[in-house]
């Protein structure tokens, strides 16, 4: 019987060393449902447990987005703060909740000292929030929610104008009304609903979906509705 992962080598961009990660072959990627900001949900193996790659030798925990660069700066602080502390760990066999949940905290204190972009520190954040999901954890969940919000705003901030502003956008109004922030969520899917320059038309269609989504959480909530929601979209 074929085994759902399979191992990769890589090499650690701090110790040079190499180790083993695991990965999920594609013909076990069965996801059973997706969340309205994309979060996937399977039947068995869960292919997120294994998106951090983390060195056994030094402790570094890197994704493929990662940036291969450390500075001088960088290496030095990552040596105070993760690697002098380290004892040899492996995580390239099978993962459990609690050994991926270790894996994102730890690759996002490496994304945090080697300041990889807020689009990667977003990213983790947003994982970390699923994988609370996944255990119906919801203060937790909505806690590490809000601070992936705050980083895909500061990712709106630097990538401004970008190809994929359509989905970062329509990203925000999601977060937002997960987290009941419903004034700030209409304003976002609004942008992309209207926006002419923008031509994804999945995004477009989801956010007039969430729109009318927050206008309905509105209505069960008795809240005083936008001028803007007065009408239908």
Excluded at 96 to 113: F, H, P, R, S
Excluded at 165 to 194: D, P, Q, S, T
Aim: proline share 2%; hydrophobic share 35%.
């Amino acid at each position: 019987m074929v085994s759902p992962l399979y191992q990769t080598q890589v090499q650690c961009s701090y110790c040079e060393n190499t180790f083993e990660t695991s990965r999920v072959r594609s013909s076990f990627k069965k996801a059973v449902q997706t969340d309205s900001d994309f979060c996937l949900h399977y039947k068995e193996i869960n292919p997120d447990y294994y998106v951090v790659r983390v060195c056994s030798w030094c402790g570094y925990a890197s994704t493929e987005n990662f940036s291969d660069r450390f500075t001088p700066k960088h290496k030095a602080l990552f040596k105070e703060k993760v690697a002098d502390h380290w004892t040899m760990k492996q995580f390239g066999g099978e993962r459990t909740w609690d050994m991926a949940m270790q894996t994102y905290k730890l690759g996002l204190v490496c994304a945090q000292i080697k300041e990889e972009s807020p689009r990667i520190i977003a990213g983790l954040l947003h994982h970390i929030a699923w994988l609370h999901r996944y255990k119906g954890e919801t203060e937790q969940e909505n806690r590490f929610l809000q601070f992936a919000l705050e980083a895909y705003v500061r990712t709106y901030e630097v990538e401004s104008g970008a190809v994929n502003n359509a989905r970062l956008m329509y990203m925000l109004g999601e977060l937002n009304r997960r987290l009941k922030n419903y004034h700030e969520a209409v304003k976002w899917f609004g942008r992309v609903i209207n926006d002419k320059s923008i031509m994804d038309a999945g995004m477009i269609r989801a956010s007039r979906e969430m729109w009318q989504a927050t206008r309905e959480d509105m209505l069960a909530e008795k809240l005083e509705l936008p001028e803007e929601m007065n009408e239908q979209k």
